[in-house]
């Protein structure tokens, strides 16, 4: 495109920075996104907050989710009780198992997503190379491990007592949904405020070893002894 019309490649440019200024934070936010999907199923479903959510065990040893208020809105979860393991509840996120499987699915769409974007970014980003790639995946790795860490603890100290005692479907699903972005913005603004990922990215780029003690073994020297001792 340069070679053909510098004027379109310049404008083409552009066009695509504008883009990447919108849509770089958006691999952050992925997993978050695929739950946004699953609170409006809940909504659509409901309508209404007067929905109660209770997990309890049965005579049976079995869990079970049992649903009071407002049977006649609800146009699938319509019984009054659900193994906690129906998969119709598990796929609406319902009770301590449809939550850990929804953290399961967003972390799997956030790993998914993120690798495809960075390898959109590598191949039509100006300057962006592989340590940019492999950077970026790793935190984007590394915020999900953390994003992930703190809906587990949110559903063991939060989720799980509320469901026990009776709380709003509604309330518990958006507060999911909360404790998430609001773990993903942290992060992120972590990211972007103290400029960790830049910072990696530019050492990497340089060159520059700081704070390695002399005679440290290197990668270098690690893979020249290895040639050594396997003759090549």
Same mark, same amino acid.
Do not use: C
């Given at each position: 495109m340069k070679t053909?019309?510098?004027?379109?490649?310049?404008s083409w440019k552009n066009n695509i920075k504008t883009i990447y200024s919108y849509t770089d934070p958006v691999s952050s936010f992925a997993g978050n996104i695929h739950d946004?999907?699953?609170?409006? @199923?809940?909504?659509?479903?409901? @309508?209404?907050f007067g929905v109660n959510a209770t997990e309890h065990f049965g005579k049976d040893g079995r869990r079970y989710i049992r649903l009071s208020g407002y049977p006649s809105v609800r146009d699938y979860l319509n019984a009054a009780?659900?193994?906690?393991?129906?998969?119709h509840i598990?796929?609406?996120?319902?009770?301590?198992?449809?939550?850990?499987?929804?953290?399961?699915?967003?972390?799997?769409?956030?790993?998914?997503?993120s690798a495809a974007y960075r390898l959109v970014e590598l191949i039509f980003k100006d300057e962006?190379?592989?340590?940019?790639?492999?950077?970026?995946?790793?935190?984007?790795?590394a915020k999900l491990a953390v994003s992930i860490g703190i809906a587990t603890a949110a559903k063991t100290l939060?989720?799980?007592?509320?469901?026990?005692?009776?709380g709003s479907l509604m309330l518990v699903s958006l507060g999911?949904?909360?404790?998430?972005?609001?773990?993903?913005?942290?992060?992120?603004?972590?990211?972007?405020?103290f400029k960790i990922s830049e910072t990696i990215i530019k050492h990497l780029k340089n060159?520059?070893?700081?704070?390695?003690?002399v005679g440290t073994p290197t990668a270098d020297q690690f893979f020249n002894m290895w040639g050594r001792f396997s003759r090549g």
């Open positions: 053909l019309d510098h004027n379109f490649y310049n946004s999907v699953g609170v409006a @199923r809940i909504a659509n479903d409901l @309508r209404s009780r659900y193994l906690a393991n129906n998969p598990v796929n609406f996120g319902v009770g301590t198992l449809g939550v850990e499987a929804g953290i399961a699915q967003g972390a799997r769409f956030g790993i998914v997503f962006y190379g592989l340590v940019d790639l492999f950077v970026n995946l790793t935190m984007d790795g939060i989720i799980s007592p509320i469901l026990a005692v009776g999911v949904f909360a404790i998430g972005l609001l773990a993903s913005l942290s992060l992120y603004w972590l990211d972007d405020h060159g520059k070893r700081n704070n390695i003690p």
